[in-house]
């Protein structure tokens, strides 16, 4: 069984700043890409950004040079630093990765429980 367990996020002022953490456990092979996705409330669940195994990254428009997508691999961990929060920043925020199972040898789309970011006043 594969897991994925965020923690951070919280209640940010524009401006400021807030850390996600996700950490994968379970009988993993091996990960691919990983990466977060938001979703506002009325609105599609969004990439913000996204970081391959050797450390290819990639994020939305509205958020590049205020985010920082890093992870460790060692520890199957991925974090999003998130500066220069702004009001439409505010979202549950999920992790996503791409797990190769061990026993199984199979690939499958993993996601995180979510984790509440606002950016408030």
């Known amino acids: 069984q594969v897991q994925l367990v965020e923690s951070g996020g919280g209640l940010a002022q524009p401006g400021g700043s807030l850390s996600l953490s996700c950490a994968a456990s379970?009988?993993?092979?091996?990960?691919?890409?990983m990466g977060w996705y938001r979703q506002a409330p009325g609105k599609q669940r969004e990439l913000v950004a996204a970081?391959?195994?050797?450390?290819?990254?990639n994020y939305a428009d509205s958020v590049e040079g205020r985010f920082t997508i890093s992870r460790d691999n060692a520890k199957n961990t991925v974090y999003l630093q998130m500066n220069s929060l702004k009001p439409e920043d505010t979202a549950v925020y999920y992790c996503?990765?791409?797990?190769?199972?061990?026993?199984?040898?199979?690939?499958?789309?993993?996601w995180g429980q979510g984790t509440q970011v606002t950016v408030s006043s």
């Open positions: 996503n990765a791409e797990i190769v199972r061990r026993l199984s040898r199979r690939k499958g789309d993993y």
């Open positions: 970081i391959t195994s050797g450390g290819s990254t």
């Open positions: 379970g009988s993993i092979l091996s990960i691919n890409t």
